[in-house]
Antibody, heavy 118, light 112 residues
Framework: EVRLVESGGGLVQPGGSLRLSCAAS????????MHWVRQAPGKGLEYVSL????????HYANSVKGRFTISRDNSMNTLSLQMGSLRAEDMAVYYC???????????WGQGTLVTVSS | DIVMTQTPLSSPVTLGQPASISCRSS???????????LSWLQQRPGQPPRLLIY???NRFSGVPDRFSGSGAGTDFTLKISRVEAEDVGVYYC?????????FGQGTKLEIK
């Protein structure tokens, strides 16, 4: 069974930093690109970042470029998102998502909430 | 960026009746490899999204056959042949043909 479990969310002040993690299990982690997708309260879904299976290729949404860094540890089956210079508009539930069949978002974690407030 | 526009944004439906959601992209979603990377997600209240359809018309594992996807180029449709109570939620189209991947605004399906 594919499982994705996020952690690391919480309350952070504007301008602060936070590191999210996602523990993956039930599949061959290194064979899959992984995404972070976020959802602001009461809003729709927004692509944040993607990393290839071997970690050699990354991509970011313009809204987070230069502030967020995606990484993975295939030996530990873990995906991470280092977030810096956080703004009020970064407040959202952050989902760890597997890119599977047909480049689709085929498995999602339960999400972790990031609150940016003073 | 490719803009994904869904209609309607809200769809009240009677149980047992069909429902249809449209998704239009600002550019063709045909990838240079010949595939069209358009998928549909369902998000039930309080839950993370769930994949329903990938590559326009392929049902994901475990998805009931009352869900179907169709379309080509820039126009796509998700159909539910007979709406059940468990289908209530928000439906999103998403394209993975070009970076950044982009989502539609979402369509809220509710029961009349």
């Amino acid at each position: 069974e594919v499982r994705l479990v996020e952690s690391g969310g919480g309350l952070v002040q504007p301008g602060g930093s936070l590191r999210l993690s996602c523990a993956a299990s039930g599949f061959s982690f290194s064979n899959y690109a992984m995404h972070w997708v976020r959802q602001a309260p009461g809003k729709g879904l927004e692509y944040v970042s993607l990393i290839s299976g071997n970690g050699g290729s990354t991509h970011y949404a313009n809204s987070v470029k230069g502030r967020f860094t995606i990484s993975r540890d295939n030996s530990m089956n873990t995906l991470s998102l280092q977030m810096g210079s956080l703004r009020a508009e970064d407040m959202a539930v952050y989902y760890c998502v597997r890119e599977g069949v047909g480049a689709a978002h085929d498995y999602w974690g339960q999400g972790t909430l990031v609150t940016v407030s003073s | 960026d490719i803009v994904m526009t869904q209609t309607p944004l809200s769809s009240p439906v009677t149980l047992g009746q069909p429902a249809s959601i449209s998704c239009r992209s600002s550019q063709s979603l045909v990838h240079r490899d010949g595939n069209t990377y358009l998928s549909w997600l369902q998000q039930r209240p309080g839950q993370p999204p769930r994949l329903l359809i990938y590559k326009t018309s392929n049902r994901f594992s475990g998805v009931p056959d009352r869900f179907s996807g169709s379309g080509a180029g820039t126009d796509f449709t998700l159909k539910i042949s007979r709406v059940e109570a468990e289908d209530v939620g928000v439906y999103y189209c998403v394209q993975a043909t070009q970076f950044p991947y982009t989502f539609g605004q979402g369509t809220k399906l509710e029961i009349k």
